[in-house]
């Protein structure tokens, strides 16, 4: 196995069956290297959103084979990939999924809290430290609906990344922010790429943003064209 690649999906098929049966990703095959930055794009109805899901384990329903820095998931547990997934991948949505009578700090420590791996005080720590970096120290005690929207996504992003994924998925991360927050949440993923070597696979609309990336994936009709 190349050490160098991060993601490797060969020969994905993806059928959905209501209303009626309909081939949605078509032999689909994608490597991504380690501190790659990739965007997804395409139409709606492209397949990249649900290729999005099977690359991170949350949907099993499959054909083909899927492996994450060199283990294959494909045919694991639910409860197996959902422990990988807290370990190995961080999820930035376009909606940020805080919960919002928490505090901001509260939020960002709750994955790790789950993986169980640190003390208490060495999450807070390192919670704090991702804030630090994302400029929202200032906000930690806060509750998470008293921000704006940015701070808002740029607070999911310092979850994302509590756990030191090597990979970081986003959906349409940047959908419900302007052109400043946007570049600010695009710096902060490059950020990422060059001084962590995380590697990021998102969809994106927006072109600008895809067009900064490494590599951008063009999806058509359930394939990459």
């Known amino acids: 196995m190349n050490n160098d690649i991060a993601l490797k999906a060969d020969h994905i098929v993806k059928y959905f069956y209501e209303p009626q049966q309909f081939q949605v990703l078509k032999e689909v095959s994608i490597e991504v290297k380690k501190g790659e930055f990739v965007s997804l794009t395409g139409k709606s109805g492209s397949g990249k959103s649900t290729l999005l899901y099977i690359l991170s384990t949350m949907d099993t329903s499959y054909e083909g084979s899927l492996s994450i820095n060199g283990g294959i998931l494909t045919g694991k547990s639910q409860n197996e990939l959902a422990a990988f997934r807290n370990e ?11 919960l919002t009578d928490f505090s901001v700090i509260d939020n960002v420590m709750l994955p790790a809290l789950k993986l169980n791996k640190k003390s208490k ?13 994302l400029g929202l120290e200032d906000q930690a005690l806060k509750l998470a609906s008293k921000l704006s929207g940015g701070q808002q996504q ?25 052109s400043k927050n946007t570049d600010i949440v695009f710096d902060i993923f490059r950020e990422l790429t060059l001084t962590r070597h995380q ?12 067009g900064k990336s490494d590599r951008i994936i063009q999806m058509s009709d359930g394939l990459i064209i």
């Open 154 to 178: 740029r607070v999911a992003i310092a979850r994302a990344l509590i756990n030191d994924p090597s990979v970081i998925m986003g959906d349409e991360p940047t959908g419900n922010l302007d």
């Open 88 to 98: 190995h991948i961080g999820f930035v949505f376009q909606f940020h999924y805080l």
């Open 199 to 210: 590697t990021i696979i998102t969809v994106t609309h927006d072109d600008d943003f895809a």
């Open 121 to 133: 005080a060495e999450i807070e720590e390192k919670a704090y430290q991702n804030l630090k970096m």
